[in-house]
Nanobody, 115 residues
Framework: QVELVESGGGLVQPGGSLRLSCAATRGIFRIRDMAWYRQTPGKPRELVAGITSGNITNYDDSVKGRFTISRDSAKNTVYLQMNNLKPEDTAVYFC?????????WGPGTQVTVSS
């Protein structure tokens, strides 16, 4: 059973924006530190942005100032607002707990930045 479901990806031009959503199926995720990860072919998954249960955030240097992670506990959802997208942001984006757990990897959502 998939417990974290990502959505919101798509094709966007450089400089464009997307908002990703991660819907959790169980309430336990409200008390977990969460993060968005991304993966490109041939490379390991990397942490892009994280948010604690107390809403403290952290970002990879490559996305600082462009991406914003947030969470809505009432909706049990974590978001990733991505602005000023660059071709190098192209990847499959996943959400998971921190540190990640193999049992929580979902299908991910594809983000493609291209003109």
């Amino acid at each position: 059973q998939v417990e974290l479901v990502e959505s919101g990806g798509g094709l966007v031009q450089p400089g464009g924006s997307l908002r990703l959503s991660c819907a959790a199926t169980r309430g336990i995720f409200r008390i977990r530190d969460m993060a968005w990860y991304r993966q490109t072919p041939g490379k390991p998954r990397e942490l892009v942005a994280g948010i604690t249960s107390g809403n403290i955030t952290n970002y990879d240097d490559s996305v600082k100032g462009r991406f914003t992670i947030s969470r809505d506990s009432a909706k049990n959802t974590v978001y990733l607002q991505m602005n000023n997208l660059k071709p190098e942001d192209t990847a499959v984006y996943f959400c998971n707990v921190v540190p990640w757990s193999a049992r929580y990897w979902g299908p991910g959502t594809q983000v493609t930045v291209s003109s």
